[in-house]
């Protein structure tokens, strides 16, 4: 297939690798200019934002949650049969607060709106370094899930058949109004879970305590920041908190 990628941070750069060595075509930009992808490790083309949407079937954004209203005059001129995927996760901390998602309002749908079209959700709910190494055959036991989650079904369908291909089992996670269920705080977020974990931890989720459990993790991470964490005391952590 052919991708366009928006965001050149560890996961976008992750799935570039991913998409190429499955042999799909894939072109990567960055929203502040080509410059600032000098020296990444990516893979694909690198081009110009204002060119990532040229023949492409499927458009990956992997940004900041703030950054999302500064590409929009470029999803204006993404074709309307483009699929685009949102990975993002907002943390207050760095994406400055964001008055209706602090009120309330799902993250997704949120860029959904600043973005001015539908998104899918995937690739928000594991930790990059899962992505990169923890993907597996289809046929190992344990596979790890994701969460996919959009309104349109055929769209959704084309990337949970992606994650599936990338090594990863898929959850369809419901509309992109449900999508809560897999934001910050959450017992199915970056917990690394199998397929029927993962669609029982969506349905435990509590969209109040989310974003309490959420700024915990966090202060555990700046109160201990002379510690180490490694990816498994992360893992472990977040599975601890987001299901207290
Ligand atoms: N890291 C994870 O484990 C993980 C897991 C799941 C989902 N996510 C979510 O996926 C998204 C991407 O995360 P990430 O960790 O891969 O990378 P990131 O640090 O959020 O950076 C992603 C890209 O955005 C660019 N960027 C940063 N600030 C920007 C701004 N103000 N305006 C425009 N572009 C900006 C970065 O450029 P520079 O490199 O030049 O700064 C980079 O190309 C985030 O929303 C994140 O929450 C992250």
Known sequence: MRFGIIGAGPIGSIISKKLVKNGHDVKVADARGIEHLEGKEL??????????????????????TKAMQSIRNIIDQVGEEVIIVDT?????????KIEEIEN??????WVSKQLGRPVIKAFNNLLAYTLENEG????????????????DPSQKQVV???????????????????SWRQQPGTPAYCTELTKDELTEALKKAN??????????????????????????????????????
């Open 43 to 64: 893979a694909g083309t690198v081009v110009r934002v204002e060119d990532v949407m040229e023949n492409i079937e499927v458009l990956i954004i992997s940004l900041p």
């Open 88 to 96: 993002s996760n907002y943390y207050p901390f760095r994406d400055d």
């Open 104 to 109: 309330g309002m799902v993250e997704s749908v």
């Open 136 to 151: 597996t055959s289809e046929e190992s036991s344990g596979r790890i899930a994701m969460a996919v989650a959009g309104n």
């Open 160 to 178: 949970m058949d992606i994650v599936y291909e990338l090594g990863f089992d898929a959850v369809d996670s419901g509309s992109l109004s449900d």
């Open 207 to 244: 969209k109040e305590k989310a974003p309490l459990l959420r700024d915990k993790v966090i202060e555990r991470f700046t109160e201990k920041k002379e510690v180490e964490f490694s990816h498994k005391d992360v893992v472990n952590l977040n599975r601890k908190i987001y299901n207290s």
